[in-house]
């Protein structure tokens, strides 16, 4: 079994990259366990266990990825965002969050000051924001 971490999922491609101590392993989403279909799809800098890692086309990949810890919904302010460059920042509590367009659950522009909700993860070592959308809106694009 190795402990890993997520470092890069793509939503809109369905897979993503594992990584720890010089590893990088790839898996799909139906090697992605979830609790329930409530809980987020992978969360950029989580800790994840995979029991088996299997020779892939271009890499390993892994045949099954476990969550360790169950993901919490934060809420937070828009610091800033550049609609042209589709990105900026979130501030809650005493912690600032990258937020990318690619990042919003649903189709919006993120309002210096609005109220937002997300899932905090790691991205290069810095806190970004996941699954980004405002207060109130059913995040239909991760729940499949």
């Avoid at 589709?86 to 990042?103: A, K």
């Amino acid at each position: 079994m190795y402990e890993m971490e997520i470092d890069l999922y793509s939503v809109s491609h369905g897979y993503g990259f594992c990584v720890a101590k010089g590893l990088r392993v790839f898996f799909r989403i139906e090697d992605f366990h979830r609790e329930s279909s409530e809980e987020p799809l992978p969360i950029c800098g989580e800790p994840v266990s995979i029991d088996r890692v299997i020779g892939g086309e271009k890499s390993p990949r892994a045949a099954s990825v476990q969550r360790l810890v169950r993901p919490q919904q934060h809420t937070g302010r828009v610091k800033s965002f550049d609609t042209h460059k589709g990105w900026g920042f979130i501030e809650s509590g005493d912690t600032v969050y990258f937020l990318h367009r690619s990042d919003l659950t649903v189709p919006f522009v993120p309002i210096i000051g609005s109220r937002v909700t997300f899932y905090a993860g790691i991205r290069r070592d810095k806190p970004r924001a996941c699954y980004v959308s405002p207060p109130g809106k059913v995040e239909d694009s991760w729940r499949t």
